[in-house]
């Protein structure tokens, strides 16, 4: 059976052709031009978040050297904390300044007792007995240079006796507790904390 469309009405052949065309187009729509399309689509997202991650590099990188400033500062601050309490290492030497100076304000230290050393959670405080014989004028130069320490010394307990017998360069008896502070490199963590964490862990 031969068919053909030049036997058909003018109409029919018009219709023909029409569906012929829509088939066409819906074979180059699905089979072409939707792939390409969602290619592009999913290239044009990815597009989008790399900007976005350009953007987010870029106002990072505007803000580095502020992020620099800061680190700098405080690492200054670091330095100044160390230059207030010392580590561990300097604590006795700093220590035995302290009674170098008590000499040097005419003082006779009759004990110098280190007790023992008391751990916080960043630092560790370490006290001295001290038992000094000198005047009231002499002891007041000595705690104004200590006062006058760049590290930190407290001084605690003070107890002034005047003597019962005085003399030109002994009129009194003073004990106190003289207290420096060591910064810790690794800070102390209660046994109660650590077992929190191991917990959570």
């Given at each position: ?146 006062g006058k320490f760049t590290r930190i010394i407290n001084i605690t307990g003070l107890d002034l006796k005047g003597r019962d017998k005085p003399s030109a360069n002994l009129t009194m008896n003073a004990s106190c ?25």
């Amino acid at each position: 059976m031969n068919f053909s469309l030049t036997k058909l009405p003018w109409w029919a052949q018009i219709c023909a052709f029409m569906v012929l065309a829509v088939a066409l187009v819906a074979v180059y729509y699905f089979y072409y031009e939707a792939p390409v399309r969602e290619d592009f689509s999913q290239r044009q997202h990815q597009l989008t978040l790399l900007r976005a991650d350009i953007t987010k590099g870029m106002t990072t990188a505007a803000k580095l050297p502020e992020f620099r400033a800061q680190v700098a500062d405080l690492e200054s601050r670091l330095q100044n904390l160390k230059a207030v309490l010392p580590d561990e290492k300097d604590a006795e030497d700093l220590l035995r300044r302290m009674q170098t100076v008590a000499v040097q304000s005419n003082l006779t230290i009759k004990s110098f007792k280190p007790a023992p050393t008391v751990t916080k959670t960043l630092h560790a405080e370490w006290p001295i007995q001290l038992e000094l014989e000198g005047t009231y004028h002499n002891f007041a130069i000595f705690a104004d240079r200590v006062g006058k320490f760049t590290r930190i010394i407290n001084i605690t307990g003070l107890d002034l006796k005047g003597r019962d017998k005085p003399s030109a360069n002994l009129t009194m008896n003073a004990s106190c507790v003289a207290t420096t502070f060591v910064l810790l490199d690794k800070p102390n963590v209660p046994k109660k904390e650590k077992g929190a964490a191991a917990k959570g862990a």
